[in-house]
């Protein structure tokens, strides 16, 4: 399941975009720290292509993929040194995935802003910044351990020495952990860490209404030259916080109307979705028997034994066969049967690489 945590200044609209996503009711109240403890939520992953299976196959039960979405209290400026809450909520989001980092583009004098103006540039700095002075923390404590372990000749801290000296340089100069000097290897070393600064990172842009259906304003201009010239290959989704809010409240078959009277093609929710996909390099398999239809989610360039091992770990372990066949063959032969007559189901190894879309049905010996 991917897991996606949500940090930004208070009152930037994270938890009205949590809300509007999960439709958790988290309280979105007009104050600084009006979220307290962490708020954890489980999204759908839409996709269209688990309904027209559905159809088809006409199962018991019908199961998408699922998105978890974590939302922590906002941080301030010296967060890291007690201010406000302090970062003691940064541990819920430690073992997410990627962050989603919601940032304020829009002006209304009457939605307070923390910092007294809205400034995206200022308030990503103040952010990361925090971000990067609590893996500080972490990794002083660690290398503190491991300085005295490679000493006394341990390999393992031996190993581990010289990345934690890279990103301990990187972090005391205030840049974060994805911008110190490591190779692939190195940077593995140190993910039992979780470091906040070393995890993928997505933008949420919350414009105005006029800005998510035209032209990008000077506030998301400025944003996302800063993302730009620091050198960081972020996504930047721009959402409006009020129009997904107001989504969240129509009834699903009201939704597009919607959507489409404002000139926007899709909700806030896919579109953060999609690019979390793209970030981690993620895809969807399916399964579909008349017992269930599913969506399954993996990485890209992932085997048929490991897509297997999704379902559970005897599959994979016991793993003989997938019979494989694309969506749109599936789908045009009209489903299992018609795409066996048609000699388009494909009986695939070990060493076959899923592809998005791919309909599976497993066969191992455990």
């Not at 994805?178 to 949420?204: C, D, F, G, H, N």
């Not at 494909?346 to 690489?353: A, K, L, N, T």
Request: hydrophobic fraction near 45%; glycine fraction near 8%; include cysteine.
């Amino acid at each position: 399941m991917l897991s996606l945590g949500i940090v930004g200044l208070p009152n930037v609209g994270k938890s009205t975009l949590f809300n509007a996503l999960t439709a958790a009711k988290a309280d979105a109240a007009n104050y600084p720290f009006s979220t307290v403890d962490p708020n954890i939520g489980i999204v759908e992953v839409p996709d269209d292509r688990l309904g027209v299976l559905a159809r088809l196959v006409e199962p018991k039960r019908v199961v998408p993929a699922v998105v978890q979405f974590v939302d922590i209290a906002g941080l301030v400026k010296g967060a890291s040194s007690g201010e406000g809450l302090g970062n003691k909520f940064l541990a819920n989001i430690r073992e997410t995935d990627a962050i989603v980092h919601v940032v304020r583009c829009f002006d209304d004098p009457d939605v307070l802003h923390v910092m007294g103006s809205v400034d995206p540039v200022r308030d990503r700095e103040i952010v990361e910044l925090e971000l990067s002075l609590a893996d500080l923390a972490t990794v002083e404590r660690r290398l503190d351990r491991v300085r005295r372990a490679a000493r006394s000749g341990e390999p393992e801290a031996q190993a581990e020495l010289g990345p934690l000296e890279a990103v301990n340089a990187a972090l005391s100069d205030g840049r974060g952990a994805w911008q110190a000097s490591m190779s692939p290897e190195e940077r593995v070393l140190l993910r039992p860490l979780s470091l906040l600064t070393a995890k993928p990172i997505l933008y949420a842009a919350n414009v105005s209404e006029r800005e998510l259906a035209g032209d990008a304003g000077p506030h998301l201009t400025a944003l996302r030259e800063a993302i730009r010239t620091s050198g960081e290959t972020a996504d930047v989704v721009p959402f409006s916080a009020k129009i997904e809010a107001e989504l969240a409240e129509l009834p699903p078959e009201d939704r597009s109307a919607f959507l489409h009277s404002l000139g926007v093609e899709s909700a806030g929710l896919d579109r953060l979705i999609r690019a979390g996909y793209a970030l981690l390099g993620l895809e969807t398999f399916f399964t579909a028997g008349e017992q269930e239809v599913r969506a399954w989610t993996l990485h890209r360039g992932e085997t048929a034994p490991q897509a297997a091992g999704t379902i559970h770990t005897d599959f994979e372990r016991g793993f003989i066969r997938a019979e494989t066949v694309s969506y749109s063959d599936f789908v045009a032969r009209g489903g299992w049967k018609g795409a066996r007559e048609a000699g388009v189901v494909r009986s695939e190894g070990r060493d076959y690489v899923v592809q998005d879309g791919d309909v599976m049905l497993f066969r191992f010996n455990v």
